[in-house]
């Protein structure tokens, strides 16, 4: 199978259908078609090759939707890149892939002069002339077309660069196999999106998460409502203009939908089911999701970019009956997984080991990282490096990334576990746990928390509210309080930046 499939079977069975929906926007499946293959056309009378790397630095738009159409239609590479880096982050990805081409849009044209050292193709994606040295999207896709070379298979169809948490990023590759064997697992397994419906993109597009299911609705065939990034009331517009019938949202996003003032007057009714992952979600913010969108399925799903990316699902049926849902699942139809010791080695149920996946998703490997690929993936174990155990009927319950285990005076404290208690005091709005160094302790359990609107909160408060619940040695030792978590497009807290802020400046209200 190829990733262009999709949208022939479309053509052959319903061209006039709408694809795809961007504000006012709307482009049928022929319109679709017939740009991508100009694109395509186009990028391949500019020399762009099979095996060629194509970037774009883009928020969402159609735009993004036909630059990963006309890629894979000449057998050439993605490379989304992050739109929340700075320059020198993304100027990496691009001369780590060796792109050749860089597609951006308005918002990030300004930082070409620093990005297009090494690229031969600049091409500005918005209506009307192109800056000076850019070429103009809009005559690149009404050029003439060229046909669908339908690779597929093995064949790298991505460069996908992970998020950053820990030192350089890696980029990822990822085959048309790959992709298509995690979106039919998943679809196979939840039903997450429905043949002919619409799936919304409030997640960030250059995001796997958000590609995965951009894969499965353009598989069973339907269109893609898409706004530019998530914010609440343009999501909850978005869904009831549009009759969107799936979202993939990352928790932070399910929070802010509930808490907004818009949402009981938001027309949902065509809301079918929402897929969360990315991070772990308080419990809390579940419980008010489910209720707050009663018509609506939850399905957790659990993975990696590494693993194309879906490893377990938690579906529906488990979120209605409340079974498990500190779990993340059971392992998708096309993985296996296992809890794993140091050598690799199974653990008995219920103890704590590494997630270990196994499949026709599991990544080709790290672009130019042969060291590094031997390392996470072993006899085709890929090795996640979060910390979990397994239940008796096959449930994944993660407890933390092994790397932010706490060890605290010989006691291993996973930071998970006293996030999911902080999250449920009325005063707070988020919060992350990491270990600190202590004389005493050798670590120490820190909370940092950002407070709700009019709520005050102090340090001895919220570690009397944790001893109620878990050991004392577990409480947060120590508390700051800021005003936003530093995260990742998807929600992901990033923890090494608290560390670093922790040590490197004078944290604000720690007790």
Known sequence: MYLTQGIHRALQQDPDAPMTFFGDRVRTVRQSADRIAGLAGALRRLGVAEGDRIAMLSFNSDRFH????????????????????????????????????????????????????????VV?????????????????????????GRYGGDRLAGIFYTGGTTGFPKGVMLSHANLLVSAMGSQAAVDFVVPGGRLLHASPMFHLADLAAWVAQCLVGGAHVIIP???????????????????????????????????AAS???????????????????????????????????????????????????????????????????????????????????????????????VMLGYWREPEQTARAVRDGWMHTGDGAYMDDDGYVHIVDRLKDMIVTGGENVYSV??????????????????????????????AVIVRRPGHTLGHEEIRDYCKYTIAGYKAPRSTEFIEELPSLPTGKILKRELRERYWNDQPRSVR
């Open 66 to 121: 036909e630059y990963l159409m006309a890629t894979w239609w000449i057998g050439a590479v993605v490379v989304p890149l992050n739109i929340r880096w700075a320059v020198p982050e993304n100027l990496y990805a691009l001369r780590q892939s060796g792109a050749r081409v860089l597609l951006v849009d308005e918002a990030f044209a300004p930082l070409v002069p620093d990005l297009s050292e090494d690229l031969d193709i």
């Open 124 to 148: 500005h994606c918005a209506d009307g002339p192109a800056p000076p040295g850019m070429l103009a999207y809009e005559d690149l896709a009404g050029d003439d077309p060229v046909p669908d």
């Open 229 to 263: 990034a998530f914010e609440p009331a343009a999501a909850l517009a978005a869904v009831a203009a549009r009759r969107a019938t799936s979202a993939l949202l990352a928790p932070i996003m399910i929070r802010a939908l509930v808490e907004h003032p818009g949402l």
């Open 267 to 361: 027309d949902l009714s065509s809301l079918r089911t929402i897929v969360y992952g990315a991070s772990p979600i308080p419990e809390e913010t579940l419980e008010r999701a489910m209720a707050a969108l009663p018509g609506t399925a939850f399905v957790q799903a659990y993975g990696m970019t590494e693993l194309a990316p879906v490893a377990t699902l938690l579906p529906a049926a488990d979120h209605a009956a409340r079974r498990r849902l500190r779990s993340c699942g059971r392992a998708a139809p096309h993985t296996e997984v296992r809890i794993v010791d140091r050598d690799g080695a199974e653990v008995p149920r219920g103890q704590v080991g590494e997630v270990a996946v196994r499949g026709a998703n």
């Open 417 to 446: 576990e006293v996030e999911n208690v902080i999250a449920r005091h009325p005063a707070v709005a988020a919060c992350a746990v990491i270990g600190v160094p202590d004389e005493t302790w050798g670590e120490r359990v820190h």
